[in-house]
């Protein structure tokens, strides 16, 4: 008798009993981001790749420094160092084929900066900090905008006026002078009710009933008194008001959840009329586990 062993097929990865459904395999793309940004969306997503495909600044641009060769554009004045020898020896001594032809130090050409005295020459701009002060910027016209900020600069303060006191006595007819009012200097306490006030019983000597507390006068009632409550909330909330207030205490008297014998949701249900969830797990068989009975190999054949 022998036992073939037949390896049982993993749960996971692609099935290929029909009776067991393989379940989605879910992976990281391989796809670049210069790929996904050739994808078309909508015209909207298009516009922001605008220029992304064009050639950068590539153009045969003429430098604008030396020779122009563009005749809408002007070419610069160009200065050079001479190249004549300087402290130069006669002509007859340093080269006799040389004629005396006067060198550059010879002339008495005036200078290209500053004012040009030939007409010819134009003189260049002359540019300097100015010499003048704030108060005399301040005083230069421009716009009657402007003067409005200088309203009353040039006027006089308000300690140049010999201005009258508004308080006291008026001198001038057309303002009115102000009601005073003073200390009387008449002695006080010298009047006959003095006297006869100091003979009648004082404050002290009545014997007056408080007006704070219960009243024994009849002819006058007593405050009403309010304190502290010493009920405590428990007792508050036992308290019927009204039935709409009774609605706020639905379920304070019920038992919570953890009171009720409920059954759990998870693993297998044993109402009918709850579905059990599917539930996977690792097998638990051995693997590579043959039958140990004792059957003859093949060395033990005749």
């Not at 062993?5 to 981001?33: C, E, I, L, Y």
């Not at 922001?48 to 070419?75: H, R």
């Not at 009720?260 to 579905?275: I, L, M």
């Amino acid at each position: 008798m022998s036992h073939e062993f037949k390896p049982k097929r993993s749960m996971f990865g692609r099935q290929h009993d029909s009776r067991k459904n393989t379940a989605p395999t879910v992976g990281f793309g391989s796809s670049d981001r210069a790929g996904s940004n050739k994808v078309f969306i909508t015209s909207e997503h298009s516009k922001i790749n605008y220029g992304l495909e064009s050639p950068g600044p590539v153009y045969d641009l003429k430098s604008s420094v030396g020779k122009q060769e563009a005749s809408k554009n002007a070419t610069a004045p160009l200065f050079s160092f001479g190249t004549a020898d300087r402290f130069q020896k006669s002509a007859a001594a340093s080269s006799p084929s040389r004629s005396a032809v006067p060198g550059p130090g010879t002339y008495t050409g005036g200078s290209s900066f500053g004012r040009q005295g030939e007409s010819s020459k134009q003189s260049s701009e002359c540019f300097g900090f100015g010499s003048s002060t704030r108060v005399g910027a301040a005083k230069v016209y421009l716009s009657p905008e402007h003067s409005k900020n200088d309203y009353g600069m040039s006027s006089p303060g308000p300690s140049a006026y010999s201005a009258k006191s508004a308080v006291g006595k008026q001198h001038e007819s057309k303002k009115e002078t102000a009601p005073s009012f003073v200390f009387s200097s008449t002695e006080r306490f010298k009047y006959d009710f003095v006297e006869r006030a100091a003979r009648l019983p004082g404050a002290g000597q009545y014997n007056t009933v408080g007006a704070c507390g219960l009243q024994t006068d009849s002819k006058k009632s007593t405050l009403p008194k309010y304190s502290f409550g010493t009920s405590n909330r428990e007792q508050r909330d036992k308290v019927y008001i009204s039935a709409d207030h009774e609605k706020g205490q639905f379920g304070q008297s019920s038992p919570g959840p953890a009171l009720v014998g409920g059954n759990s949701s998870v693993g297998k249900q044993t109402a009918s009329k709850n579905a059990s969830a599917s539930s996977w797990s690792f097998g638990s068989a051995r693997r590579f586990v043959y039958n140990t009975n004792k059957v003859p190999g093949p060395g033990s054949y005749d």
